[in-house]
């Protein structure tokens, strides 16, 4: 049995892991240099730095046993301490309605509590369109806070109004006190809450990184092929199923590898476009530019895993510091910090010299009472063009109808953020590629 798998991200190395592990032969095509997908970790000068600081989060007990087994003490359990800074105040993360009314002035504090009693009881949100995140958190905290708080942050993150984006983002992201989710969280603490409420979590001591080129080093020992630096240009059709797949590397070269079956977890629509579907939804991801910074007389840069920061006026959506998923993201006494900034691929801040970008950070970063101007040794940038899936309302249709026309081939299966265009976390991508693995 032979099987070719489409991207080395934690979807596609776990399937291929899995394969490994039972015999299957398995070749792995990736378009980067390296492996790892978003869950990447660049290193430099003895620092590291995640695409946006990864937590391992995940239900699956046979894939974290498997996953201790295999990084051993390297893995480390970590516990987190997060907080959101929004004009010139400190709140709570997860957003708690009781700390943020704590956290507001009296006029706030009224309007937030008019709004939220006024959801509770039903009040409906007219302007809000069915399915849209504005209609899912007018519901749940009132158009008052959603206004000051919520809303603003999507448009920040997402580039879309909160009225235009699927509610999917929501459920997933901002598991907030609805009254289901304090009764858990009262009974059972963080365990019996959704996973925002984790707080202890394994990361690898070097980095989120280290998990995948570990399993990437393992399906070699095992015998299979991770070809990177090549992507798919054309699928071998017979009937209604795949046959063998042309790749291409960067210089042009092709080659073509066969299987039995096939896994692709690129995006969805490079995919029908391979197969030939015919389809005009345009799928759209939103990226984003990390600026990682080594700072030089910082001991610590304050006591928070990550920062989040939603002023609409400020370019950075969190700062997370590295040394606090693990003391080996940074040599002893040292530390430094990722700016997550959101930006649309090509657009001025992706193209942005790092060093104009990296003045206004430091513009906004002392407005948040940060004053590093003095110490910083070093930066530079990664960036994610397929960061965040923009699914907005009323497209889950439309993806469907792309999905239906992939699953006619019968022995291909599109898996994974990318491959599902869903907004998932890195253990449910895992958890997929492992099932799939199972299944052939
Ligand atoms: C800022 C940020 C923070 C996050 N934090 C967390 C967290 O704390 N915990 C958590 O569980 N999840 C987190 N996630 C989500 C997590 O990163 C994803 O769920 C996970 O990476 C999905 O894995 P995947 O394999 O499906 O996709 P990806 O990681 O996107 O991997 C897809 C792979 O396919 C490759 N590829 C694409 N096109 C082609 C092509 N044409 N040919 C060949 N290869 C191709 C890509 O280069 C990539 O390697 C975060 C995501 C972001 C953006």
Not at 13 to 37: F, I, M, N, Q
Not at 270 to 291: H, V
Request: glycine share 10%.
């Amino acid at each position: 049995m032979k099987a070719v798998i489409f991207g080395a991200g934690p979807c596609g190395l776990t399937a291929g892991w899995y394969l490994a592990r039972k015999g299957v032969e398995v070749t792995v095509v990736e378009k980067d240099d390296t492996v790892g997908g978003l869950c990447k970790t660049a290193r430099k000068n003895g620092y590291g730095f995640d695409l946006g600081g990864h937590r391992f989060v995940s239900k699956n007990e046979v894939l974290v046993k498997d996953i201790k087994n295999l990084l051993g003490p390297g893995l480390l359990t970590r516990s987190r301490k997060s907080i959101i800074l929004f004009k010139d105040r400190r709140f709570d993360y997860p957003v708690n309605l009781g700390n943020v009314l704590s956290q507001s002035t009296f006029l706030m504090t009224l309007k937030f509590s008019a709004g939220y009693l006024f959801s509770s009881l039903g009040g409906g949100s007219a302007r809000a369109r069915e399915g849209s995140f504005e209609a899912w958190v007018d519901k749940r905290f009132g158009r008052p806070l959603n206004d000051y708080f919520f809303k603003p942050y999507t448009k920040k993150l997402w580039g879309v109004a909160a009225n235009d984006l699927s509610d999917e983002w929501a459920s997933r992201r901002i598991s907030v006190l609805s009254a289901k989710d304090a009764i858990l969280k009262a009974i059972n603490g963080a365990n019996g809450a959704p996973r925002t409420y984790a707080m202890s979590h394994l990361y690898p001591e070097n980095g989120i990184g280290q998990m995948f080129e570990e399993i990437a080093e393992d399906i070699v020992r095992l015998g299979g092929k991770i070809i990177t630096r090549s992507r798919p240009v054309k699928f071998l059709i017979s009937g209604s199923k795949v046959t063998g797949v042309t790749i291409e590397d960067r210089d042009g070269a092709r080659e073509t590898v066969k299987g039995d079956e096939y896994l692709s977890t690129i995006p969805l629509n490079e995919l029908a476009g391979l197969l030939a579907i015919d389809s005009d939804f345009k799928l759209e991801f939103r990226s984003l530019r990390f600026l990682n910074i080594t700072l030089k007389g910082v001991k610590d840069f304050s006591d928070n895993t990550w920062i989040y920061t939603p002023d609409p006026d400020m370019i950075m959506t969190r700062i997370q510091e590295p040394k606090k998923y693990s003391p080996k993201m940074a040599p002893k006494n040292k530390t430094s910090i990722i700016v997550e900034i959101p930006c649309d691929y090509g657009d001025q801040i992706w193209r942005m010299d790092v060093n104009d970008l990296l003045d206004t950070a430091i513009g906004d970063l002392a407005e948040l009472g940060f004053d590093l101007r003095a110490n910083v040794a070093d930066v530079f940038s990664t960036y994610a063009k397929y960061a965040y899936p923009v699914v907005k309302v009323g497209a889950n249709d439309q993806i469907e109808a792309l999905r239906k026309e992939i699953i006619r081939f019968t022995n291909l299966k599109s898996l994974g953020r990318q491959g599902l265009f869903k907004y998932i976390f890195m253990d449910t991508a895992m958890s997929m590629g492992m099932k799939w693995a199972g299944s052939i």
